[in-house]
């Protein structure tokens, strides 16, 4: 062999063990800002979600809303979500996500408009339609946020960084519960209140602009320097051949067992939760003789506890798993908080009903750390959007029929514990079914994918894609092989 042949091997060698060193955009420090980005973009959609409770007792009395009225305005939210979830979900796998940010984005501020137009029209047809419309967009953003955490975080840093994504989610409701009942304090006009929204929304939208730039430029330097892999694998269930790593739009029949018991502990969770702290400013008036302000207060302390919850867990969970146990801890908190609630006694302006509630932002924020990473962790790679778009279903399924079952079971402030008995069995009822879900979990994830404490420990060589999208088998694989060969050389 010549001495330039041998010269021309070596500095290819040389440059392929260099590529692999050299770190992709999505191992540096710029992944935390674009987590920043992300969590602005997701502020209004709950901060949104949450308006109708932050003026639930004007709303009422301006519009003559009877209790089923008012709740009816998160049942039609959840309603087209039904089945729109898992659409959005197989077209944020297809088109990506940042043509998926600007869509849905969009609709979300469309829709927090039209909402606030019938605010100040008083007209209740109009505010179903800003709902509905907010619903489509909102539910997309919120199926947006699993895969954008996969798609720049290694799955070591993904349960920080969907606790960060989920601190956020309470940001936007722990504004709402306190800058809603404030500006209508101020101005004695629920339209002002909703406009807050709107222009929110609008603030979240261009935060998404920014994460759509930003994340192009990190392609365009990644592939420029051909550092994204072309590796297929993403998750741990993908990685361990897992059954659960095969769902996919054409077998929705076949969806795997853990992606259903997940979707359904997540079903009676959402549902049950997010019905009461949507009527919770009038429960709290109700029951403890507090002003909207004060209660609206109350709501904010839940969402804080919440907030740093998040943040604890999140890193917590990436650091010793056992995310099923955390499941089953959280569930069972939830039933405790509403036995708490029916066993206290109405009062006027006590604080007994502060400690319940920060329990339940506590138990919130444990079980929202342990139960989405099992998503991306039990969905392939080419499928987490869809993955979530069918837990999305579910847990709509359950936001549009427990709304409509407390609107019929609440009863007048003469009935016992004010007319909320008969809804917090409903919600004790909702809060054991998820528990039991969870020991299924336990019991069915037969390969403890669920419950792993560290992919990385035990597949070191793992690659990951920068983009959410994977290619084929083929020679590329082979060169990702030779790569790590090299780089252990």
Known sequence: ???????????????????????????????????????????????????????????????????????????????PNIIW??????????????????????????????????CFQQNFILLLAGRACLGIGGEAVFVIKIPIAA?????????????????????????QSSVTPFVFQQTSSIGYAAMAGAILSVFSLLSGVIWV????????????????????????????????????MSQIKSIPFLIILIAINAAFVYGTNFTFLGNANQFLQDRSGLSSVEAGSYISYLYIASTIGCLLFGKLVDMIGRRIIGILVGT??????????????????????????????????????????????????????????????????????????????????????SGYYKPLLLYISGAVCAFFSGILLLIFDTKKLLNAKSLEQVIA????????????????????????KIEEN
């Open 1 to 79: 062999m010549s001495e330039v042949h041998v010269n021309t091997v070596m500095k290819d060698l040389l440059g392929m063990k260099i590529s692999t060193i050299e770190k992709s955009m999505r191992e540096r420090f710029i992944r935390w800002p674009i987590l920043m980005l992300s969590c602005f973009f997701i502020v209004s959609r709950h901060y949104n979600y949450d308006i109708p409770q932050g003026i639930q007792v004007p709303l009422e009395n301006e519009l003559a809303l009877s209790s089923f009225k008012y709740n009816l305005l998160y049942t039609v939210y959840s309603i």
């Open 151 to 175: 798609r720049w975080f290694r799955p070591r840093e993904q349960g920080l960084a969907m606790g960060i994504l989920f601190a956020a989610s309470r940001a936007g409701s722990i504004l």
């Open 461 to 484: 060589s793992v690659k990951f894609s920068s983009q959410y999208s994977f290619a084929a088998p083929g020679l590329d694989e082979d060169k990702d092989e030779m790569d790590i």
């Open 332 to 417: 069972g908190l939830f039933a405790i908080v509403y036995i708490v609630l029916i066993l206290i006694p109405n009062c006027d302006g006590c604080i007994t009903y502060l400690f319940p509630m920060l329990l339940l932002g506590v138990a919130l924020a444990l079980w929202t750390c342990c139960l989405f990473p099992c998503i991306t962790l039990a969905s392939s790679s080419s499928t987490v959007g869809t993955s979530m778009g069918f837990v999305n279903i579910m847990m709509n399924i359950c936001q549009t029929i427990f709304p409509m079952l407390t609107g019929v079971l609440q009863g007048n402030l003469t009935d016992y514990e």
């Open 213 to 248: 730039i930003i994340d192009k430029s990190a392609e365009n330097y990644d592939r420029e320097r051909r550092m994204i892999p072309s590796v297929r694998r993403l998750s741990l269930a993908a990685i361990f051949d897992s059954d659960a790593s095969r769902m996919e």
């Open 85 to 118: 979830p898992l659409f959005a979900g197989a077209i944020i796998d297809k088109i990506g996500c940042r043509l998926s940010i600007l869509i849905f984005g969009s609709l979300v501020v469309f829709g927090q408009s039209l909402f606030t137009f019938g």
